[in-house]
């Protein structure tokens, strides 16, 4: 296996405080209702999982899943792979997603929830890279806004690789 040179962009220490912020707004927004949080597979499963055991509400999970890149490029057309398993009508939905790029999975993942009518909807992302953005859309809560790099680690990866990286780091782009 290759070893890739790996620069940190953001520490596990920044990444853990910033999830606790989030959390600790989640639960006092929904402190009388609770929360559905909505994983979008297969990034999102470590922020998920920080971000719930950091708060302080009754939260249910649950999880969708869509494709639209072929190794590290998007290919435009947006495949959704699994549907959520329980009704979301009536109840106050976050959306918990890695990293929004070009925002076409999330707008489109974002519109067949909404047609499933919850109280809410409401999209937080661990990474925003907005100027890679190719459709009007914006998260309703970013944990960290980072420039246009090839990233891994909290649930991101390379070839299925780094995904277990405690810190947000950015691959050499040689290495892609």
Known sequence: MKKHNIEMLISEDD???RIRELAEMFS????????????????????????AQSMTIPVEIDFMAATSYEGTDSTGKVLVTKDLARSIEGRHVIVVEDIVDTG??????????R???????????????????????????????????FVVGWGMDYNQLY??????????????
């Open 104 to 113: 076409r999975t999330l707008s489109l993942l974002c519109d067949l929830m």
């Open 15 to 17: 990444v853990k405080a």
């Open 28 to 51: 006092s927004k929904y402190k009388e209702e609770g929360a559905v949080l909505v994983g979008i597979l297969n990034g999102s499963i470590f922020f998920l999982s920080a971000l």
């Open 115 to 149: 047609a499933k009518n919850p109280a809410s909807l409401e999209v937080v992302t661990l990474l925003d890279k907005p100027s890679r953005r190719t459709v009007g859309f914006k998260a309703d809560y970013t944990g960290f806004e980072i420039p246009d790099r």
């Open 163 to 176: 995904r277990n990286l405690p810190y947000i780091g950015a691959l050499d782009e040689k290495d892609l």
